[in-house]
């Protein structure tokens, strides 16, 4: 059965089942540490790499199926690393300021990311570090106590700590928070109607904070996001003018959640995670359709790839290639319609690296290109 599915969602498809995951154990000050990997099937070269920190109570399994970090680590050509919290009581808990504990986590994700770094070809010049709820806590502690190695960090409805807010910052770091305005959990001013509590520096006194370590002057700029799905919600963007990456997502009547998709939202914190971390945007939706029976091979290839669509009536006018983040890169238009027979393609030219190719508006697969 034919059905209609965005980029990402195809290309999920096409490469699960093709995914290496593993969950680990490293010892840190004397206790047993669990994390789990995810890592694309096929790399040339290092890896960025994200450390991605889970909220209170929660557990990596939970957040490696419900966020799809299989998907994630392949679409984006990453390295995803899911560290558990050690239980303290109240459940799985960073120590990130909130509770008075000797638990060092912060030593222990640096040494985590040592340990990593020896095993794996990692690009220690693309380290990202994102949290969600209890994970923002500790990815703003990260930022303050190790900003001089991580290149960028994406803190989701989690405050800087009361501890944490007297700590100057060890170098000035891209940072990213993103904060709903309704967040009774985690709330936007500092404090909690959910455990009826201060939790440490609201929103704008972030914002100042970050301001003063990363050298900001001026006002920010404001950019009101377009307001096109009937989500309920206001996204709004400040920019603010400084030597480092500074920036806030606001997002009026926002609640405590992780807001997946661009597909339903009309913004998605996977994407703003990436375009942030990354500098580069991903592509919007692109509708396509999802059809079975394309052959392609040698895969990988070095130059020439032949490519088969088999079952399907409508001839073979054109190839359309497309990068690893999902920019159409080139049109191959064919010298003869073709249904049951080969065509082929030269990507000789092609950089090595991984690239979709889809049939018309059809059936896509994935293709490395690498010298033999």
């Given at each position: 059965?034919?059905k209609?599915?965005?980029i990402?969602?195809?290309l999920?498809?096409?490469l699960?089942?093709?995914?290496?995951?593993?969950?680990q154990?490293?010892?840190w000050?004397?206790?047993e540490?669990e994390y789990?990997?995810r890592?694309?099937?096929?790399?040339?070269?290092?890896?960025?790499v994200?450390?991605?920190?889970h909220?209170?109570?929660?557990?990596?399994?939970?957040y490696?199926?419900?966020?799809?970090?299989?998907?994630?680590a392949?679409d984006?050509?990453?390295?995803i690393?899911?560290?558990?919290a050690?239980?303290?009581?109240?459940?799985?808990?960073?120590?990130?300021?909130?509770?008075?504990?000797?638990?060092?986590?912060s030593?222990?994700?640096?040494?985590l990311?040592?340990?990593?770094?020896?095993?794996?070809?990692?690009?220690?010049?693309s380290?990202?570090?994102?949290?969600m709820?209890?994970?923002?806590f500790?990815?703003?502690?990260?930022a303050?106590?190790?900003g001089?190695?991580?290149?960028?960090?994406?803190?989701?409805?989690?405050?800087?700590?009361?501890v944490?807010a007297?700590?100057t910052?060890?170098?000035?770091?891209r940072?990213?928070h993103i904060?709903?305005?309704?967040?009774?959990?985690?709330?936007y001013?500092g404090?909690s109607?959910?455990?009826?509590?201060?939790?440490?520096?609201?929103?704008?006194?972030?914002?100042?904070?970050?301001?003063n370590?990363?050298?900001?002057?001026?006002?920010p700029?404001?950019?009101?996001?377009?307001?096109?799905?009937?989500?309920g919600?206001?996204?709004?963007?400040?920019?603010?003018?400084?030597?480092?990456?500074?920036q806030?997502?606001k997002v009026?009547?926002?609640?405590h959640?992780?807001?997946?998709?661009?597909?339903?939202y009309?913004?998605?914190?996977?994407e703003?995670?990436?375009?942030?971390?990354?500098?580069?945007?991903?592509?919007?939706?692109?509708?396509?359709?999802?059809?079975?029976h394309?052959?392609?091979?040698?895969n990988?290839t070095?130059?020439?790839?032949?490519?088969?669509?088999?079952?399907?009536?409508?001839?073979?006018?054109?190839?359309?290639?497309?990068?690893?983040?999902?920019?159409?890169?080139d049109?191959?238009?064919?010298?003869?319609?073709?249904?049951?027979?080969?065509v082929q393609?030269?990507?000789?030219?092609?950089?090595?690296?991984?690239?979709f190719?889809?049939?018309?508006?059809?059936?896509?697969?994935?293709?490395?290109k690498?010298?033999?």
């Amino acid at each position: 059965m034919k059905k209609i599915l965005s980029i990402s969602l195809l290309l999920a498809v096409i490469l699960f089942g093709n995914l290496s995951a593993q969950i680990q154990h490293f010892t840190w000050q004397g206790v047993e540490r669990e994390y789990l990997v995810r890592t694309p099937a096929n790399h040339n070269g290092t890896l960025p790499v994200l450390f991605f920190l889970h909220g209170l109570g929660d557990n990596i399994s939970n957040y490696d199926q419900g966020f799809n970090f299989a998907q994630i680590a392949e679409d984006y050509d990453w390295m995803i690393v899911l560290p558990q919290a050690l239980d303290q009581g109240i459940g799985a808990m960073w120590n990130a300021g909130l509770a008075s504990s000797s638990i060092d986590d912060s030593g222990f994700l640096m040494a985590l990311l040592d340990s990593l770094t020896a095993q794996y070809q990692l690009d220690t010049d693309s380290v990202f570090f994102a949290g969600m709820s209890m994970g923002g806590f500790m990815t703003h502690r990260m930022a303050i106590e190790h900003g001089d190695r991580i290149a960028a960090c994406v803190a989701v409805s989690g405050l800087i700590s009361s501890v944490d807010a007297v700590q100057t910052p060890v170098a000035p770091v891209r940072m990213l928070h993103i904060h709903g305005t309704n967040d009774n959990v985690v709330g936007y001013n500092g404090y909690s109607t959910a455990f009826g509590m201060n939790l440490g520096l609201g929103v704008d006194a972030i914002m100042d904070y970050w301001q003063n370590a990363n050298g900001c002057s001026g006002e920010p700029t404001i950019d009101t996001l377009p307001d096109l799905k009937n989500d309920g919600l206001r996204f709004i963007r400040y920019t603010y003018n400084c030597g480092t990456d500074l920036q806030l997502l606001k997002v009026v009547n926002g609640v405590h959640e992780w807001y997946h998709s661009s597909a339903q939202y009309d913004v998605g914190y996977k994407e703003v995670l990436y375009e942030f971390c990354t500098g580069r945007s991903l592509p919007s939706s692109v509708a396509i359709r999802e059809m079975e029976h394309l052959q392609v091979w040698p895969n990988p290839t070095s130059g020439i790839l032949n490519i088969q669509l088999t079952n399907h009536n409508s001839p073979i006018t054109e190839i359309k290639v497309y990068d690893v983040y999902g920019k159409l890169v080139d049109i191959v238009e064919t010298c003869h319609g073709a249904s049951l027979q080969t065509v082929q393609i030269d990507l000789s030219r092609y950089q090595d690296g991984i690239y979709f190719v889809q049939v018309g508006d059809g059936a896509m697969t994935k293709v490395i290109k690498r010298q033999n």
